[in-house]
């Protein structure tokens, strides 16, 4: 689950940037498809975001849309991928 704490959203594009590093990361890895599913009152800013929605579906009773990242408009970079596994910190 990704989010923004309240005092934070809306200052500085944050969720859009976390959102983008995401999804470009994922497809710079080779991943083809990038599925989330989304709060009702957070499709459009994902919608702005190139994502279409596949479906509405209900999660723990309260709306919710499956969406795809359309990964054309998250270009894969030249970022190498992490070997694994990763160190874990203590």
């Not at 279409?52 to 969406?67: D, F, Q, V, Y």
Request: aromatic share 8%.
């Amino acid at each position: 689950r990704l989010g923004v704490h309240p005092d934070f959203r809306r200052v500085g594009r944050i969720g859009k940037g976390l959102i983008q590093k995401a999804v470009t990361t994922a497809n710079t890895w080779g991943c083809d498809r990038f599925l989330a599913t989304v709060q009702l009152q957070n499709v459009r800013f994902f919608t702005r975001l190139h994502w279409n929605s596949l479906e509405e579906i209900e999660i723990l009773g309260r709306p919710h849309h499956l969406m795809e990242a359309d990964l054309e408009h998250y270009p894969a970079t030249d970022q190498p991928r992490p070997a694994l596994p990763l160190k874990q910190v203590a």
